[in-house]
């Protein structure tokens, strides 16, 4: 049997099946698709936008895949993604307490800044264009708040800003960059000590995900960047399609999702595996559980031939099965959190929680959730 595989979302790879290496014929997925569309056309985004019970839906972001808490706890950071092209996004701002979203940063408020090489690489100037994926914010060793930011416009880059407030209103400005130094495509980024790790998606055009995919080709790696060393891939990090990571320090642990397998992989920071977790279907981007003692991560159980005929059609919704998990430090043990049908809301790519309260984002569509 051989996998016919579509983009979608920026962030997926979805598979439709044929029979044979030779099958020409149409796939299944021309069937589904007509289903899909029947099903949500005419979509009332005044209904999608109203709260239902014990969801509610924020309207006002585009894509918002992934997200970090201010550190008052009184907003969410959010990535407004546009795909790996270089479509323009945005940094975002949500007040938890009002409800309204506000702009950090995009490429209009750029100022052309050089790298001080203070917070980034040498040389590293800020980009004409902004086309944010993954974030990961820190605080420094000097106390200062960091956000790192995966930047596909233009060269790939891992933009560093500082997050701070000025006359009380919470600011980003650009304090340097690092620069890809082959044609890396990266996901997500996690700070640690005096620099940060990245995961690989791909290598090359986008093209070459559904060979990845299909071959189950481990052109994704772990890679570290580190002030006065650069760049180094961390051995023993391979995967399909890897995604999210968060880092654990005090555990010794990063956690990876490798998208392209389904499985969401523990490494210690010289890349040696502890322990490997499966029955997390896509799994995307990893966060903090509230308690800081465990981790969270999304999986969507969505049918293949949706999620191919959604993207087409650029629907807001692609109805289908998704959950949050929690995944335990040191032991590995996984338990489920929340899970919808995902008929009102869906697929996820991230999840933060704050006051007994899930915030879910997606690769795409138009709203932001809150699950009480």
Known sequence: MIMKSFWFAGSLTVVVACSSLTDTSE????????????????????????PQDKVTPICVVNAPEDAEWLPDGSGLILS??????????????????????????DSSLRKGAD????????????????????????????GRWQLLVVNHAARETIDVFELLQIDGVWTLLWRGGVDAVDESKFNDVAAFGDGFYTTRYFIGNRDTVEDDFLEQRKNGIVKKWTRGEGWADLAGTEGVLLNGILWNEAANELVVAELGLSLIHVFTSDGEKKHTIEGVRLPDNISWN???DGYLVSGN???????ADCAEAEL????????????????????TRYSSDGEFWGPASNVVERDGRFYLGSSRGSRL???E
């Open 27 to 50: 796939p299944e997925v021309v069937v589904a698709k007509q289903e899909v569309v029947e099903a949500t056309s005419g979509e009332d985004m005044e209904h999608l936008c109203t």
């Open 80 to 105: 407004e993604f546009a795909g790996f092209e270089g479509t323009e996004g945005r940094i975002s701002l949500l007040d938890i307490e009002s409800g309204e979203v506000s702009l950090l940063y």
């Open 115 to 142: 790298d001080t090489s203070e917070w980034g690489a040498k040389g590293v100037v800020e980009k004409k264009r902004f086309a944010p994926h993954g974030i990961n914010l820190s605080q420094r060793a000097d």
């Open 290 to 292: 509230e308690k800081r």
């Open 301 to 307: 159980d969505v049918s293949v031939y949706k999620l």
């Open 316 to 335: 807001e919704i692609c109805a289908g099965e998704f959950a949050v998990f929690e995944i335990a430090p040191v032991t590995g043990s996984k338990k």
């Open 369 to 371: 959730l809150i699950v």
